[in-house]
């Protein structure tokens, strides 16, 4: 009879400042992400009969489905932003502050922090180069008719 599942997962990092600027030392973006990681792979081992899995085409196609989508989805929100999307950029380096926080090198997180202070002229919610950047990686299986 036939159907259709859709899957989505995470795809790059979220960015809310372009990648030519740099807190601290250089090549913070990199380490930030690589502690982002590190959290992940340390948070999903922890989860009960946690084990690495396959790619998604090739459980999709496992499961019977043939694969019809797989393609990253991006939005990317230009300067300058509204209040709401600002507030978005602070939420999301705040969440990523705090869950990376035991993985991140302290140096990192402190050069963050003014990005984080709403009343810092460095701040996120009022840097005037800042945007958001998310994807997601959309994948689409159909049951063979």
Same mark, same amino acid.
């Given at each position: 009879?036939?159907?259709?599942l859709a ?5 790059d990092p979220?960015?809310?400042?372009p ?7 250089p ?24 084990? =690495? ?6 459980? &999709? $196609?496992a499961a019977g489905? @043939?694969?019809? #989508?797989?393609?990253?989805? !991006? ?11 600002r507030?978005f950029a ?17 140096? =990192? ?6 990005? &984080? $202070?709403?009343?810092?002229? @460095?701040?996120? #919610?009022?840097?005037?180069? !800042? ?13 063979p008719?």
């Amino acid at each position: 009879s036939g159907g259709l599942l859709a899957l989505v997962e995470f795809g790059d990092p979220i960015r809310v400042l372009p990648p030519e600027v740099d807190l601290g030392r250089p090549g913070i973006w990199d380490r930030l992400d690589a502690a982002w990681s590190s959290w992940f792979a340390a948070m999903r081992a922890e989860l009960p009969g946690a084990v =690495d899995s396959d790619p998604y085409p090739d459980m &999709l $196609a496992a499961a019977g489905f @043939d694969v019809v #989508v797989d393609e990253m989805l !991006t939005l990317q929100l230009d300067p300058p932003l509204t209040e709401p999307a600002r507030q978005f950029a602070r939420r999301q380096l705040t969440r990523a502050g705090t869950q990376i926080a035991r993985h991140a090198d302290p140096a =990192d997180l402190a050069a963050i922090e003014p990005l &984080l $202070a709403e009343g810092s002229p @460095d701040s996120i #919610v009022r840097r005037p180069d !800042t945007f958001i950047r998310a994807s997601r990686h959309l994948y689409i299986g159909r049951v063979p008719a």
